[in-house]
């Protein structure tokens, strides 16, 4: 099975009023690691990259042959789709001539008029090609590839004009953010949300920021147009956190418990088991 377009995926997710999990890939482990973790959950996945991740990894070209040679390896049977996370104008256009299945543009930092302009070119390109596309409106909190925002609420009118260019689903921000949450987070902007999902009259919405937000509150953004949830921070963290016990417990010294297959085990089954269960908390579980 090839990998396929997110639209697909996502408006069944909106449809079945669940959440497709974006979990970016930072490395040949993380991926092994995705893609082992849906299929034992018998769920859809967009695995993602942003722009910064695919240089550290080899290019855009070597995700894309990564991505689908481990597909096939592997045998994977659920769907899998490729995207371009906070993509630039550029990155957009080149992943979708490299095989991207899926692209995110992020104009939110230009002013309104010229990300719709651009928007508008993403879409007609990447549709010419049926590769699906996500905008994005207002800001996510944070720094994603050097862009910062203070996390800027959406204008659902604004959304609404974005919607109407025939993008496949739409980011907005919602007081979510990159990164940790701090302990003073207000938590998501449920009226903005109900404000965005009204205007733009059934098109999916995507949650940026997706690590660590309560599971009360996902499962509510899902119930109000929420179909797409990202999700980065949550995996290295338990990533890290597990391969540092594997260390202070002095195994990575033990035997050739340095061997990297050995010392990154632990971690990698710790973001098998994380994925696993948001793919659950998600409603994604078992829907492929």
Not at 58 to 70: I, N, P, T
Not at 220 to 237: D, P, R, Y
């Amino acid at each position: 099975m090839v990998l396929v377009s997110a639209k697909e995926m996502v408006a069944k997710a909106h449809e079945g009023h669940y959440a497709i999990p974006a979990f970016n890939t930072n490395n040949l482990e993380w991926t092994k690691c995705i893609l082992a973790a849906v299929e034992k959950a018998k769920s859809p996945v967009i695995i993602q990259t942003s722009e910064s991740a695919a240089k550290y990894m080899g290019g855009y070209k070597m995700v894309v042959d990564m991505v689908r040679d481990l597909h096939d390896a592997m045998g994977i049977t659920v769907p899998v789709a490729l995207h371009l996370d906070h993509g630039s104008y550029e990155g957009a256009k080149a992943c979708i001539e490299v095989g991207y299945t899926s692209v995110m543009f992020d104009g939110s930092h230009f002013d309104f008029a010229e990300n719709v302009e651009k928007s508008k070119e993403i879409i007609a390109l990447a549709h010419s090609v049926g590769v699906s596309v996500e905008c994005e409106v207002g800001g996510i909190g944070g720094t994603e590839d050097g862009v910062t925002s203070n996390g800027e609420l959406a204008d659902p009118k604004e959304c609404a004009e974005i919607a109407a260019l025939g993008v496949d689903f739409l980011a907005a921000g919602i007081g979510n953010i990159h990164g940790k949450y701090p302990a003073n987070w207000a938590g998501l902007n449920f009226d903005r949300l109900n404000e965005i999902n009204e205007a733009v009259n059934g098109k999916p919405l995507v949650l940026h920021g997706g690590s660590g937000i309560p599971f009360e509150q996902t499962s509510k953004a899902i119930t109000m147009g929420v179909s797409k949830i990202n999700v980065n921070t949550e995996l290295q963290l338990v990533f890290a956190d597990a391969t540092r016990k594997y260390i202070e417990a002095g195994k990575d010294i033990e035997g050739k418990g340095y061997d990297p297959r050995k010392l990154l085990k632990p971690g990698c089954d710790a973001i098998i088991a994380k994925a696993v269960e948001l793919c659950e908390a998600f409603g994604s579980a078992n829907k492929a």
